[in-house]
């Protein structure tokens, strides 16, 4: 499993994290980023929602978090309209 190295944001913090290669909807954090309570984050402007997290190993050291990416909603234009 190959993964790259990213910046996410969660609220107004920008803290580093894997992104999976093959899968881009699974993340992997460390200890340091507080994943209690958050539901949603970004990553090179598209928003993910927490799916679920998994203690590696049980020691609360590395944490994989999937997600479901959020979809952007796109409003139609009426009939007629310029746009």
Do not use: H
Not at 3 to 13: D, P, S, Y
Not at 55 to 76: L, M
């Amino acid at each position: 499993m190959s993964w790259n190295q990213v910046i996410i944001k969660i609220g107004k913090e920008n803290v580093e994290a894997f992104q999976n290669i093959s899968n881009p909807n699974k993340f992997s954090f460390t200890s340091a980023v507080q994943m209690d309570g958050v539901k949603t984050f970004s990553c090179e402007d598209q928003s993910f929602e927490v799916f679920s997290v998994t203690d590696v190993a049980n020691r609360g050291e590395e944490y994989i978090v999937e997600t479901i990416q959020e979809k952007i909603s796109v409003k139609s234009s009426k009939r007629g309209d310029s746009n």
